[in-house]
């Protein structure tokens, strides 16, 4: 054994000795190397703007250190959140529940600090925890050694982050910069610094970008000035041609808020002089783009600099990467933006993760993964029991190509939050096909938005024509019903979400 690996594993050794309170992690730590957990994950960056995931501006996406964990490591290239929208997923992947149980079903939900969560029994297992950077789930974060997040949306420029130990309400303090900047910087800190470097970390680093108002640091400004970038194809198409009930959040509110509320969003200014609405709908892609990419090219420097920390300190072979989005986002398709609907732009989640030592350069993973599976994951590298509480499931062997048999075929998905241009749902999604279910509000006796939508993935990858009235698919939709029946009691998610207080 090479001198440095031995003191490497007698360093390990001596901090499960110190570990004391938890006798069974320091036998499960024993001959197995626990590795470091760093989850770096930003808020609605979508896929379609990732490099390594090859989708519609992955071209235009400035993103090599994302991309160098996915070549480094693996690729996710079906996964998926349960509720398409910022406090629910994060509250999932902490507790790996979906929300009817933990509680936090919409954006008003929070996470009780008294419940479960997988930092807590990370840290029972002998990790030292820690979150930077965007929290969101209102109360103060348990189960974690040192945090220094925003507490809500935060704002871009000179954050305020609230700090372990200070006035959860009043003891903020602002930290001059960039946010990505700044999360980044603290994160940093805390593995330097503030860490104990006798227990295995596992740190969470939230960032706040890309979400509107998609702000970049002046530095990004230039990037794309002299560019077009591609439209969807579907930008410009009549409002609803395609069997769709549901407005959603097209381009046209962006452009109001761009031209309205133009001081909250960077330079320049969306000009929309003397232009008619199809040459304003596509200036409004254009600033929407350049601003989301600028902003997302902030963040994988930033990627990059924590990266370098794993690799330069030696601890790449023992340290867990992962870098993901709290959900997916419209980039225009359908002339929609924002999130919240169970369509694939919005559904999916980017996930790419570098473990050398147990997941080999460029594995490409196509099963159904979710948000839930997350902190199982987490618990089952760092070799530590999995609560029954908890909903999800391991996808190591995933990870390792060897998935196993009864792995699952169809995900579930519940979306609590209700308006008439974006309505609840819940539905079913396999490999091939979708099943949605809007079940609308009760009004006087009647359910107005009540409709269901179903898609062949196969045939109509992305998502143009609901074809639920057509004959020939109504025996795959009658299955479809029974299988979502299905996952609906299995999740223990049968109330009637209508007779359910939205939280
Ligand atoms: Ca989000």
Redesign the pocket.
Same mark, same amino acid.
């Given at each position: 054994m090479k001198r440095r690996r031995f003191l490497q594993m007698a360093g390990a050794g001596l901090g499960s000795a110190l570990l004391g309170s938890n006798a069974r992690a320091q036998q499960r730590g024993r001959g197995y190397r626990r590795p470091n957990i760093l989850f770096i994950m930003s @808020? @609605?960056h979508t896929s379609q703007a990732i490099g390594c995931y090859g989708l519609r501006l992955s071209a235009y996406a400035r993103t090599k250190n994302i991309d160098r964990i996915a070549a480094e490591g693996a690729i996710l290239r079906n996964c998926f959140c349960t509720n398409s929208?910022?406090v629910p997923?994060r509250a999932s992947i902490l507790t790996g529940q979906y929300g009817h149980l933990n509680g936090a079903k919409t954006l008003s939900g929070r996470l009780d600090p008294a419940a479960d969560n997988v930092a807590k029994h990370l840290q029972a297992a002998g990790y030292q925890t820690a979150v930077v950077g965007k929290w969101h789930l209102k109360e103060q974060p348990a189960g974690f050694d040192y945090y220094n997040v925003l507490r809500g949306q935060g704002r871009y420029n000179d954050p305020i982050l609230f700090e372990k130990g200070a006035d959860w309400r009043t003891g903020g303090k602002t930290h001059p910069g960039h946010s990505t900047d700044v999360i980044t910087d603290q994160a940093l800190n805390w593995l330097e610094e503030g860490r104990d470097p006798n227990k295995p970390f596992a740190l969470m680093c939230h960032f706040k970008a890309v979400?509107e108002p998609f702000y970049s640091h002046e530095r990004y400004r230039t990037l794309y000035a002299d560019q077009d970038l591609p439209e969807p194809e579907d930008l410009h198409w009549p409002e609803s041609p395609r069997g769709k009930r549901f407005e959603g959040w097209p381009l046209k509110i962006l452009a109001g808020r761009f031209q309205k509320n133009a001081q909250r969003y960077a330079p320049p200014k969306l000009d929309a002089e003397g232009r008619d609405a199809k040459a304003i709908r596509s200036a409004t892609y254009q600033k929407f783009m350049k601003d989301y990419l600028r902003t997302v090219a902030g963040i994988d420097d930033n990627v990059g600099r924590l990266l370098n920390w794993v690799d330069q300190t030696g601890k790449a072979r023992d340290t867990v990467v992962i870098y993901t989005? @709290?959900?997916g986002y419209f980039l225009g398709e359908h002339n929609l933006f924002d999130?919240r609907f169970m369509l694939e732009e919005s559904l999916r989640m980017p996930f790419v993760i570098r473990y050398p030592r147990q997941i080999k350069p460029g594995t490409d993973v196509g099963d159904i993964i979710l948000n839930i599976d997350f902190a199982e994951l987490f618990l089952d590298f760092a070799r530590a029991p999995i609560p029954k509480s908890m909903q999800g499931r391991s996808f190591r062997p995933s990870l390792r190509g060897r998935t196993p048999n009864d792995w699952r075929d169809a995900m579930y998905y519940h979306y609590w939050s209700h308006q008439k241009e974006r309505p609840s749902h819940y539905g079913v999604r396999t490999k091939r096909y979708k099943l949605i279910y809007y079940y609308g509000l009760l009004r006087m006796g009647k359910r107005p938005e009540e409709c269901w939508e179903f898609y062949d993935l196969k045939t109509d990858p992305r998502e143009q024509t609901s074809q639920y009235d057509e004959p020939m698919h109504q025996d795959t939709i009658a299955q479809l019903r029974q299988r979502l029946a299905q996952l609906r009691t299995q999740y223990g998610d049968t109330t009637d979400p209508l007779s359910v207080a939205p939280s």
């Amino acid at each position: 054994m090479k001198r440095r690996r031995f003191l490497q594993m007698a360093g390990a050794g001596l901090g499960s000795a110190l570990l004391g309170s938890n006798a069974r992690a320091q036998q499960r730590g024993r001959g197995y190397r626990r590795p470091n957990i760093l989850f770096i994950m930003s @808020d @609605d960056h979508t896929s379609q703007a990732i490099g390594c995931y090859g989708l519609r501006l992955s071209a235009y996406a400035r993103t090599k250190n994302i991309d160098r964990i996915a070549a480094e490591g693996a690729i996710l290239r079906n996964c998926f959140c349960t509720n398409s929208i910022c406090v629910p997923s994060r509250a999932s992947i902490l507790t790996g529940q979906y929300g009817h149980l933990n509680g936090a079903k919409t954006l008003s939900g929070r996470l009780d600090p008294a419940a479960d969560n997988v930092a807590k029994h990370l840290q029972a297992a002998g990790y030292q925890t820690a979150v930077v950077g965007k929290w969101h789930l209102k109360e103060q974060p348990a189960g974690f050694d040192y945090y220094n997040v925003l507490r809500g949306q935060g704002r871009y420029n000179d954050p305020i982050l609230f700090e372990k130990g200070a006035d959860w309400r009043t003891g903020g303090k602002t930290h001059p910069g960039h946010s990505t900047d700044v999360i980044t910087d603290q994160a940093l800190n805390w593995l330097e610094e503030g860490r104990d470097p006798n227990k295995p970390f596992a740190l969470m680093c939230h960032f706040k970008a890309v979400h509107e108002p998609f702000y970049s640091h002046e530095r990004y400004r230039t990037l794309y000035a002299d560019q077009d970038l591609p439209e969807p194809e579907d930008l410009h198409w009549p409002e609803s041609p395609r069997g769709k009930r549901f407005e959603g959040w097209p381009l046209k509110i962006l452009a109001g808020r761009f031209q309205k509320n133009a001081q909250r969003y960077a330079p320049p200014k969306l000009d929309a002089e003397g232009r008619d609405a199809k040459a304003i709908r596509s200036a409004t892609y254009q600033k929407f783009m350049k601003d989301y990419l600028r902003t997302v090219a902030g963040i994988d420097d930033n990627v990059g600099r924590l990266l370098n920390w794993v690799d330069q300190t030696g601890k790449a072979r023992d340290t867990v990467v992962i870098y993901t989005a @709290d959900q997916g986002y419209f980039l225009g398709e359908h002339n929609l933006f924002d999130k919240r609907f169970m369509l694939e732009e919005s559904l999916r989640m980017p996930f790419v993760i570098r473990y050398p030592r147990q997941i080999k350069p460029g594995t490409d993973v196509g099963d159904i993964i979710l948000n839930i599976d997350f902190a199982e994951l987490f618990l089952d590298f760092a070799r530590a029991p999995i609560p029954k509480s908890m909903q999800g499931r391991s996808f190591r062997p995933s990870l390792r190509g060897r998935t196993p048999n009864d792995w699952r075929d169809a995900m579930y998905y519940h979306y609590w939050s209700h308006q008439k241009e974006r309505p609840s749902h819940y539905g079913v999604r396999t490999k091939r096909y979708k099943l949605i279910y809007y079940y609308g509000l009760l009004r006087m006796g009647k359910r107005p938005e009540e409709c269901w939508e179903f898609y062949d993935l196969k045939t109509d990858p992305r998502e143009q024509t609901s074809q639920y009235d057509e004959p020939m698919h109504q025996d795959t939709i009658a299955q479809l019903r029974q299988r979502l029946a299905q996952l609906r009691t299995q999740y223990g998610d049968t109330t009637d979400p209508l007779s359910v207080a939205p939280s």
